[in-house]
């Protein structure tokens, strides 16, 4: 039976996967050729603004929808050709009908972490199995001493994929030469950083290799239980891994006497509960014991004193998932990718201004420019690339003109960012680093446990300067009062989440000093962003009159009759940005300093 | 489900976990899934059923965004406001939503009951963004505030159904 392969990812269910595979269904039975193809429904393949996505004979199929799903199955299916209008086109506009290998999106990448995604229907163990799954915990159990696992993951050179890069191996020894009869190891799946979902497509996509990557830490160290940290906004992920574990479980790959050895160790999902911080190790502790989610002062540091004081082995989604490879190939075969500090490879998830977005999984060391233009195709709209953001509320933005730096741990920490765990926001010309830095500073005040003072009150007084710069009624010296408090809540924050929570800050400032500058002496917000600095205003040579925007403005600032031209009063304006959304005819644009009621201005 | 067989499914659940108190956050999480919100009757029983002070369970509460202490609408609209969604409008988009609705700020719920507008972070489909969840599954992605005034019309007709069908809340 040939295999059609349906993309169930959370993006693609989102845009119709479902009702492309019922579809399908009904078409495969119509045709009577229900008998000759299985659907499989996978994790996510990757190229999320595309899809859904469906694969048959190699071929990929992009964009689908029930009637497309009817052409392909009467024209390819029955007649054999292929429908050239649902086939991905190259960046040069040429179809292709092996994307995976042809388009650039795909073919540049080397999939380890990712290496069922797309593939394998995550619901099913035996697919996994087939796939080679839980070979390496075999293996492990029947060939290798706890000791030996741990120098293979050592010699690999595998870094926490969380953020941090601290080495796995070293880790796992530190875990395993702790005497004590009771151990544990975790998963941190809480993914707190807003705008990276590579750990949720694993988790959906791929759970198996995450229970696999577990059990192989847990007989490293010699722990007994282990517990997946998820958070509430993954419900599908929840979902599959449930499932997963109860078939692992039957299986024999989790509980009692894993695979007829005396090694046993099983595994609960505890749910977050929404708070950013709890992705920091030590209030994930807290957290998974029922507490609130406050963190601690380390050392001692989990491995020495973790779960109710017992030592445990905290690792995150994406460095689980590399272990039972790392088993399978061997240590200096994943060294042959990535850079002698930061080996292997990386999955990073493109959002924002970024023609591509969706997930990608590439040798560290790529340079962010391949990674932007050459994989994710380039910035919409003709739009030029400002900034890159990496590591969310704990990182900072690169700008433009730092994009051929490679990326791996060292160079972005040079750069004043972090790797963080892999979402990648991608800014342009439209995007105020002002306004950036205040977002982010937003959430962090927002997210603080309050537990430490520099943090509660560092950002909080750090957010008020930034929201004044925005308003138009900075100072001069304010611009330098912020940097000041940056490095004292850098300096001076119990946790990681108020140590890091300065960099956006601190990077805006490094390589956008002059915007802020802008912002504070001529009262300008140089990218149109900061609503207090702007006003909308009607071209009059562009308006038609069509009435459009008229309609749309919630607050009745608009006048004008159809086929004439159409006026903003500015003391109505609430700034929505409705009427320019929808006039067709771009005769709404912005301008900064804003304009008072009845002021003109001058033509752009 | 009226109120009662809702505690009985809090129960049954927390006897499924053993009345761990260690489990105190899932149980949370069933509690608002039955009754969408955390009375303070509901947060009692809980302490009392686990074995732990009532001021331990209102101090998990408190300290997770997850859980509402106040009531909130029967249709829960949630906007992401994450980083993907907010360079791409989703400020916006929230705004358009509470003015659609008549409500000042997120939270609030409508005067019959059935909408609040909530801010959440992000929901992992950062590629769709900016990207809207409405009551339990349905999901809203690419969305513009020029979007908005269909999408509340077309929540209103269920609203209004759910209404007539005197589904209890
Ligand atoms: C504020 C804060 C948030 C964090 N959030 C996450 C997260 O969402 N996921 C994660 O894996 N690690 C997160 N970390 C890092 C963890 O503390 C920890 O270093 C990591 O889970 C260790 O796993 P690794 O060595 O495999 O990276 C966070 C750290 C801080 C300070
Ligand atoms: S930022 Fe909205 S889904 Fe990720």
Redesign the pocket.
């Known amino acids: 039976m040939k295999e059609i392969r349906v993309c169930a990812g959370g993006a693609c269910i989102a845009s119709g996967a479902f009702s492309v595979r019922d579809a399908l269904l009904k078409e495969l039975k119509e045709k009577g050729l229900d008998g000759q193809y299985k659907i499989v429904e996978t994790g996510c393949m990757g190229m999320c603004s595309r899809g859904p996505f469906m694969v048959v004979d190699g071929v990929v199929y992009a964009k689908l929808n029930e009637r497309a799903v009817k052409e392909i199955v009467d024209s390819h299916l029955v007649g054999g050709k292929v429908v050239e209008k649902y086939l991905m086109a190259l960046p040069e506009g040429q179809k292709v009908k092996e994307a995976f290998k042809e388009h650039p999106f795909f073919s540049r990448q080397v999939k380890i972490v990712t290496r069922n995604l797309g593939k394998i229907d995550p619901k099913s163990i035996d697919d996994y199995i087939d796939r080679g799954g839980y070979k390496a915990l075999e293996k492990v159990l029947k060939e290798m001493k706890p000791q030996d696992v741990i120098e293979e993951i050592k010699n690999s050179g595998l870094r926490?994929?969380?953020?941090?890069g601290?080495p796995?191996g070293l880790?796992w020894e530190f875990a395993a030469k702790q005497k004590s009869d009771r151990k544990f190891v975790v998963c941190?799946a809480?993914?707190?950083?807003p705008g990276a979902f590579m750990d949720r497509a694993v988790l959906e996509g791929d759970p198996h290799s995450v229970l696999e990557g577990m059990a192989i830490a847990a007989y490293a160290i010699g722990a007994q239980q282990g517990y997946i940290y998820v958070r509430a906004e993954y419900p599908l992920a929840i979902e599959r891994l449930t499932v997963a574990i109860d078939q692992a479980r039957r299986r024999g790959f989790l509980g009692k006497n894993i695979l007829g050895t005396d090694f046993s160790f099983d595994i609960q999902i505890r749910i977050g509960a929404g708070a950013?911080?709890c992705?920091?190790?030590t209030a994930l502790m807290a957290s998974i014991m029922g507490e609130r989610g406050q963190p601690r002062v380390r050392p001692p540091y989990p491995v020495e004193k973790g779960l109710w004081g017992y030592p445990t082995v905290?690792?995150?989604v994406e460095?689980l998932a590399n272990i039972a490879w790392i088993i399978n190939n061997g240590w200096r075969e994943f060294r042959k990718y990535g850079t002698e500090k930061s080996p292997g490879t990386k999955v990073f998830a493109l959002a924002g201004k970024i023609n591509n977005t969706g997930l990608v999984e590439v040798p560290l060391g790529i340079t962010l420019r391949e990674l932007i233009y050459d994989i994710g195709g380039g910035i919409p709209g003709g739009k030029k690339l400002k900034a890159v953001q990496t590591g969310g509320p704990?990182g900072g933005v690169i700008p433009a003109d730092k994009i051929d730096t490679p990326i791996d741990y060292e160079s972005l920490t040079a750069l004043g960012t972090i790797m963080g765990?892999g979402g990648i926001i991608v800014l342009d010309e439209d995007d105020c680093m002002v306004d950036v830095a205040k977002f982010f500073l937003e959430f962090t005040v927002h997210e603080s446990c309050g537990k430490c003072t520099p943090c509660r009150e560092g950002t909080r007084a750090m957010y008020e300067i930034l929201d004044r710069i925005s308003k138009g009624e900075g100072t001069m010296e304010d611009i330098d009062a912020l940097e000041e408090l940056a490095v004292v809540v850098k300096e001076t924050s119990l946790?990681?989440?108020g140590q890091?929570a300065p960099n956006p800050v601190l990077t805006t400032l490094r390589y956008f000093r002059e915007e802020y500058e802008i912002h504070v002496k001529e009262k300008r917000c140089p990218a149109k962003k900061c609503r207090d600095l702007i006003s909308y205003v009607i071209d009059p040579k562009a308006c038609t009159g069509c009435t459009a925007c008229k309609i749309v403005c919630p607050t009745g600032a608009i006048e004008g009759e159809l086929n004439k031209l159409h006026y903003i009063h500015q003391d109505l304006c609430i700034k929505c940005g409705s009427c320019m959304d929808v006039c067709r005819f771009d005769a709404v644009f912005k301008v900064s300093p804003p304009i008072k009621e009845d002021e003109k201005v001058q033509s752009s | 489900m009226d109120r009662d067989k809702r505690f009985e499914a809090l129960e049954a659940y927390m006897k499924e976990i053993n009345y761990d108190p260690s489990m105190l956050i899932n149980v949370l999480h069933r509690a608002q899934q039955l009754f969408l919100w955390l009375p303070k009757d509901v947060m009692e029983f809980i302490a009392q059923k686990l074995r732990i002070p009532k001021s331990k369970v209102m101090g998990v509460v408190t300290f997770y965004n997850f859980f509402s202490t106040k009531p909130v609408g029967r249709i829960q609209i949630k906007v992401c406001l994450g980083t993907a969604c907010y360079v791409k409008g989703g400020d916006r988009v929230m705004e358009r939503f509470l003015e659609e609705l008549g409500l000042k700020e997120e939270g609030q719920v409508t005067p019959d009951g059935m909408f609040s507008v909530h801010a959440v972070r992000c929901v992992g489909a950062c590629s769709m963004a900016p990207v809207v969840l409405i009551g339990d599954s349905d999901f809203y992605g690419r969305m513009s505030p020029d979007k908005v005034p269909r999408l509340v019309k077309k929540y209103k007709r269920l609203a209004e159904q759910m209404v007539k069908e005197g589904e209890p809340s």
């Open positions: 926490g994929r969380g953020g941090a601290f796995t880790k941190n809480d993914e707190g950083d950013f911080v992705g920091e190790e905290i690792n995150n460095t704990s765990s946790c990681g989440l890091t």
